[in-house]
């Protein structure tokens, strides 16, 4: 069974940054992909922060992060963290991690929560001064 659980969020002031982990149990990295996605309030759709396509290593952003989060794997510990620079009020959210059993080709680029298969419960950042 995938598990995932994330770890490293808080609460920071405007233009801090943080590092989220995500441990990944049950999964092998290949042919797949893993990402991140937010929710800002409750009720509100998950969003897709960052991805990377495992098997060429690709990575992809929402626009509104490009520049200041980066994505990135340990594949020997099967970890997966997001690096979040010049947080800003609108990043505060619940983060959540995913991975993506078999890649869609055609979707990836878009980070689309329904192409992702199993979901850690989240971990909350706050930013605020």
């Known amino acids: 069974e995938v598990q995932l659980v994330e770890s490293g969020g808080g609460l920071v002031r405007p233009g801090s940054s943080l590092r989220l982990s995500c441990k990944v149990s049950g999964f092998t990295f290949g042919e797949n992909g893993v990402g991140w996605f937010r929710r800002r309030a409750p009720g509100k759709e998950r969003e897709g922060v960052a991805?990377?396509?495992?098997?060429?290593?690709?990575?992809y952003y929402e626009e509104s992060v490009k520049g200041r989060f980066s994505i990135s794997t340990d594949t020997a510990e099967n970890m997966v963290y997001l690096q979040m620079d010049n947080l800003q009020p609108e990043d505060t959210a619940i983060y959540y991690c995913?991975?993506?059993?078999?890649?869609?080709?055609?979707?990836?680029?878009?980070?689309?929560?329904?192409?992702?298969?199993?979901w850690g419960r989240g971990t909350q950042v706050t930013v605020s001064s």
């Open positions: 995913a991975v993506q059993m078999m890649i869609s080709r055609v979707t990836i680029a878009m980070i689309l929560a329904g192409d992702y298969d199993y």
């Open positions: 991805c990377i396509n495992n098997g060429d290593g690709r990575r």
